[in-house]
């Protein structure tokens, strides 16, 4: 599976984004899909999942209420909302499929990584 994410910029605290992951290669509805975030300094954390016919989803306790997560199996394409931005929200954020049947948070669950987005969130 190949994965581009797009979306990320600089943004002041407050203010939304949205992120994108299309993917390619494979069956996309065949996998669950994450995404994850890395700041200078920190280990790669995750942010959300979605299982592989979206009806099950979770969120780290750090974004939830703010961020959502989607996804359309008919464009093989995985969404992060990101509304209420913080500073401490600044990161590289990257998508992730995995092949479990359940919905993981553990990045070593997820075998296919894209290449990250940057977010910057200014205060």
């Known amino acids: 599976v190949q994965l581009v994410e797009s979306g990320g910029g600089l943004v002041q605290a407050g203010d939304s984004l949205r992120l994108s992951c299309a993917a390619s290669g494979r069956t996309f509805s065949d996998y669950i899909m994450g995404w994850f975030r890395q700041s200078p300094g920190k280990e790669r954390e995750f942010v959300a999942v979605i299982s592989r016919s979206g009806g099950r989803i979770r969120y780290a306790d750090s974004v939830k209420g703010r961020f959502t997560i989607s996804r359309d199996n008919a464009k093989n394409t995985v969404y992060l909302q990101m509304n209420s931005l913080k500073p401490e929200d600044t990161a590289v954020y990257y998508c992730?499929?995995?092949?479990?049947?359940?919905?993981?948070?553990?990045?070593?669950?997820?075998?296919?990584w894209g290449q990250g987005t940057q977010v910057t969130v200014s205060s």
């Open positions: 992730a499929a995995g092949s479990s049947v359940f919905v993981r948070t553990g990045s070593d669950e997820y075998a296919y």
